[in-house]
C-alpha cells in the first residue's frame, strides 16, 4: 500500500498529558498537511510543509501545538498539556502538485 | 477568508436513482474544488475535482459543475448503488495558499 498512513490509529490519554502523533507521506510528494476533524464537521487546516520545510500556520494551531517533518520525509505532531477540547480526528495529508491532496487514515484522540 | 457551505447535510435515495449535493463558496478568487468521500472510521478519499477554467467534469458515474458566477458547485451521483453510502465533502482552495475549506459535509444514504 503507497498511501499515507498514520500512528497511532487511536490514542486515549489524560487531560495535561503530551501526545505525538506520526505521519508518513505518499513516497514523492514533497507537501505534507495537517488537519483536524471535530464530531459532524468538515477537516480543518492546521498547518503545511514543503519538504522540511513549515510555511503555514493556522490560527488553531497555539503555542501547545508543534509540528515537524526533519528531513522532509515523515512528520510529527505533538501536543503538549492535552486538554479535552483537543479530542478529534487528526488527519494528514500529502500531495505532489498543489492542492490534489490525499488524506491518510487520521489519528483518533480522545483526552479524559 | 473562504466560506464554503454544503447542503444537504443528509440525503436519503433508493438504489438507482441519483443525488445531488450543492456547495457555495465566498472568495471570488478560489479556483479549485475537490470533493471527497469519507467513509466511516477512515480519512476522506479524493474522488473527483474540478478548477475555475472548467464548467464541468465527469467521471463515470460521478461528475462535478461549477458556476463560477454565482460561485457555487455541485456534485451529481448517477445510478447510486449501497456502497455510495458515505458523507461527502467539498472544499474550495486559492491559488497560492495551500489549505483546503471544507464545507460541513452531507450524509447520504442510498437503500437497497
Known amino acids: 500500500d503507497t498511501g499515507v498512513s498514520q500512528d497511532p490509529r487511536h490514542k486515549i490519554t489524560k487531560r495535561g498529558q503530551n501526545v505525538t502523533f506520526r505521519c508518513d507521506p505518499i513516497s514523492e510528494h514533497n507537501r505534507l498537511y495537517w488537519y483536524r476533524q471535530t464530531l459532524g464537521q468538515g477537516p480543518e487546516f492546521l498547518t503545511y510543509f514543503q519538504n522540511e520545510a513549515q510555511l503555514e500556520k493556522s490560527r488553531l494551531l497555539s503555542d501547545r501545538f508543534s509540528a515537524e517533518r526533519p528531513k522532509g520525509s515523515f512528520s510529527t505532531l505533538e501536543i503538549q498539556r492535552t486538554e479535552q477540547g483537543d479530542s478529534a480526528m487528526y488527519l494528514c495529508?500529502?500531495?505532489?502538485?498543489?492542492?490534489?491532496?490525499?488524506f491518510g487514515p487520521g489519528t483518533r484522540l480522545t483526552v479524559t | 477568508g473562504e466560506n464554503v457551505e454544503q447542503h444537504p447535510s443528509t440525503l436519503s435515495v433508493q438504489e438507482g436513482d441519483s443525488a445531488v449535493i450543492k456547495c457555495t463558496y465566498s472568495?471570488?478568487?478560489?479556483?479549485?474544488f475537490p470533493w471527497y468521500k469519507q467513509e466511516l472510521g477512515k480519512g476522506p478519499q479524493l474522488i473527483i475535482d474540478i478548477r475555475s477554467n472548467v464548467g464541468e467534469k465527469k467521471d463515470q458515474r460521478i461528475a462535478v459543475t461549477l458556476n463560477k458566477t454565482a460561485k457555487h458547485f455541485s456534485l451529481h451521483i448517477t445510478e447510486t448503488q449501497p456502497e455510495d453510502s458515505a458523507v461527502y465533502f467539498c472544499a474550495a482552495s486559492l491559488t497560492g495558499f495551500q489549505k483546503l475549506v471544507f464545507g460541513t459535509g452531507t450524509r447520504l444514504l442510498v437503500s437497497p
Open positions: 472568495d471570488s478568487a478560489s479556483n479549485y
Open positions: 495529508a500529502s500531495s505532489r502538485v498543489p492542492e490534489e491532496q490525499y
